[in-house]
């Protein structure tokens, strides 16, 4: 260990590599010559560990190797790397590149999910360089016919596939245009597919599960970005997806960001782009409806009550209805107090007890007999969640810090 680490001798630190059994304990320590100064150890480093089993590796070994490896700044190290190890790599998963990439995955984290994308990704775009066009595409499941032609089918599409996928669909959009529209159908299908899919997303996923359905929705969402936005039809239908699934779904900061990013792909005069966005942020915070603020219209909410004949109704009305005010004066109190924390509880409780109000009032408003003459929308009050404002702040901090913004006008 000494020689391997400390010797002055850049060749005695080769001899060592190559004389030192390769095994589980041992091999941690041949890895950290892949950050030698030396360049001929480190090009050794991987030439000798190219023959040993990708299956030994630990996972997050396989990513050290090919980080380190493609972002070696010596030539030499980068070509035993890409001509050497990644195709002995790949020759053990019988050339089958989804599953290459499934081994180099870790899912525990984001943290971990995002290395695995970025090495991932950086990987792919080697071996596309190396591989024929037709083996690449045979590689995405794609379905020949009806109306997944050209798509993945949902049950088919895992977090690798979705990657695989959007990688090769950048590389024929930049090296090789004509066939990009071999593996992707018309920007109108697209959306179509990614709406539905989003759909998918259930309010009882656990964590790992959420996680991996953001990934993959991050993919699809970096698809719609190489999208040829020649087609007018397509465009509307784009500007439409965008703004249902900021509106809709609980997202990732990372797929809002590619949201924003898309919006400015779409929409390119700056100040039509930010109104778009600040529409979408104001419906997430209910500031379109606060005039129309059913909550606290005593007319209308008296006339319906009259209209009840459920006794036991009404007067659970009233008693929420007297809940949430006092619960909106009590967090009010906390705030000007800086009691955060009881505000915050406050603001929890007043969720609560507003959305029962809403669904109690809902079959009055219904059948209302003069509900179609009402001349603004029936609609209560949005109260606030959390999560609704984080979101609204994520859109808006990547609408303003774009490159593509120059100056900032008075409605944002």
């Not at 950048?170 to 004509?178: D, G, K, V, W």
């Not at 989003?198 to 929705?217: A, G, S, T």
């Not at 700056?270 to 219209?297: M, S």
């Amino acid at each position: 260990q000494f020689h391997l680490c400390s010797d002055p001798s850049s060749r005695v630190r080769q001899a060592v590599i190559t004389c030192m059994g390769r095994n589980y304990h041992t091999i941690p320590y041949i890895l950290d010559r892949l950050w030698d100064i030396d360049e001929k150890v480190r090009r050794h480093t991987y030439l000798h560990m190219s023959s040993y089993p990708v299956r030994s590796y630990k996972v997050s070994q396989r990513l050290t190797l090919l980080q380190q490896g493609l972002n070696d700044r010596s030539d030499a190290v980068r070509k035993v790397v890409v001509t050497i190890m990644l195709q002995q790599w790949i020759e053990s998963y019988q050339k089958d590149l989804i599953a290459f990439i499934s081994a180099l995955k870790l899912d525990s984290s984001e943290s971990e999910i995002d290395r695995f994308r970025k090495v991932t990704k950086q990987t792919l775009k080697e071996i596309f360089k190396r591989q024929k066009k037709d083996d690449l595409i045979a590689c995405v499941p794609l379905d020949e016919d009806g109306e997944m032609h050209r798509l993945v089918p949902y049950e088919k599409l895992s977090m690798e596939i979705a990657l695989y996928w959007q990688c090769l669909t950048e590389f024929l959009q930049a090296e090789l245009a004509e066939e990009h529209d071999l593996i992707v159908p018309e920007l109108s299908t697209f959306c179509t597919y990614v709406e539905k899919f989003c759909h998918q997303q259930k309010p009882d996923m656990d964590k790992f599960e959420l996680m991996e359905f953001q990934y993959k929705l991050l993919s699809l969402t970096e698809m719609l970005y190489t999208f040829d936005l020649g087609d007018e039809i397509g465009r509307g239908n784009l500007q439409k997806l965008l703004a249902y699934l900021l509106k809709t779904f609980r997202l990732d900061e990372k797929v809002i960001e590619m949201i924003v990013r898309c919006t400015e792909n779409l929409i390119t005069d700056q100040n039509a782009r930010i109104q778009f966005i600040l529409e979408i942020v104001q419906d997430i915070c209910g500031l379109n409806n606060r005039q129309n603020d059913l909550l606290h219209d005593r007319t209308l909410i008296t006339e319906l009550l009259a209209t009840s004949s459920n006794a036991d109704l009404n007067l659970k009305l009233s008693s929420l209805k007297v809940k949430i005010l006092d619960l909106e004066e009590q967090e009010m109190d906390f705030v000007k107090q800086k009691d955060y924390m009881r505000a915050q509880q406050t603001t929890e409780e007043k969720i609560a007890a507003t959305e029962e109000y809403t669904n109690l009032l809902q079959p009055l408003l219904e059948n209302h007999p003069n509900a179609d003459a009402l001349k603004r929308p029936l609609q209560l009050r949005k109260t606030l969640k959390p999560e609704c404002i984080l979101k609204s702040l994520q859109i808006a901090f990547h609408m303003v810090v774009s490159p593509k913004v120059r100056s900032l006008n008075p409605s944002i």
